[in-house]
């Protein structure tokens, strides 16, 4: 058996509390910053109304924040829609939440207000993988870029979704399917002035046939142009 060194034990005892009281610092803290990221995706997960100060916004990059002209003009071209969060469905991915804690940390201020650029579907079907963007609403009428995530945007879809932005996209459409048709159509005649008026015919009837049929599919179906549905919750 040893003699017993009073003071070794001593300072055994302190190194031991010190490695205790940093455990218990670390759990702290990580509970803090836990609470932090619940409140934050609380505030994404309810509707809220932006603050009325503006000192702050000059603190903010200027490319990551939008006009909502230039919304308006990307939801347009690619049929989106511009919602408050709270209509997401689906759940907000830790990256965004976390995104919002290192802004409003770095910047010593706290968003109030969150909107999603996000397809029609992203409101409706929460296992949609469509890209939605997360942005945070300003008190002078922009908005500031959050985080995107999802799966990008194939680049065929500015093709497909180009008829549905207002009605003469889809008269342009028209024609040019029209167009196609009567350029494809077999020849009929051998006079040139008669062939021309059948090719007219052919390419006036197409037209006209395909607007008619994709305005009654649209009324059937409650669509509406991507001019007026981008920033409605309530029209298809």
């Known amino acids: 058996m040893q003699d017993i ?21 670390v759990q702290s803290l990580l509970s803090k910053e836990a609470d932090v990221e619940t409140s934050i995706a609380n505030r994404i997960k309810r509707k809220g109304t932006s ?14 924040r939008f006009n909502i002209e ?15 969060s ?21 910047k010593g201020i706290e968003f109030k ?20 963007i997360l942005m945070a609403e300003l008190p002078n009428g922009q908005f500031y870029y959050i985080f995107q995530w999802g799966d990008d945007m194939k680049w065929y879809q ?5 008829p549905f932005r207002h009605i003469g996209a889809l008269a342009a459409s028209s024609a040019l399917i029209g167009l196609i048709v009567a350029f494809l159509a077999p020849q009929q005649f051998e006079a040139v002035k008669a062939e021309f008026f059948f090719r007219f ?12 049929l994709a305005i009654i599919t649209a009324i059937m179906n409650s669509k509406d142009f991507s001019e007026n549905v981008w920033n409605s919750k309530f029209i298809r």
Not at 51 to 64: F, G, K, P, S, V
Not at 70 to 84: G, H, P, S
């Open 5 to 25: 060194n009073l003071l070794e034990e001593m300072a055994n005892a302190q190194v031991e509390f010190e490695q205790n009281n940093l455990v218990e610092e």
């Open 158 to 162: 500015e093709i497909l979704k180009y």
């Open 70 to 84: 230039a919304i308006e003009r990307i939801c347009t071209r690619f049929r989106l829609r511009f919602l408050t």
């Open 86 to 106: 709270d209509l997401f469905k689906g759940d907000i991915p830790a990256e965004a939440i976390r995104e919002v804690k290192r802004i409003e940390a770095s």
């Open 51 to 64: 603050t009325e100060d503006l000192h702050w916004i000059d603190q903010l990059e200027a490319n990551r």
């Open 113 to 132: 207000a969150f909107r999603i650029v996000a397809p029609e579907e992203r409101f409706d079907l929460k296992d949609s993988t469509k890209d939605p």
């Open 201 to 212: 015919f052919m390419f006036s009837l197409t037209t006209c046939l395909v607007m008619t």
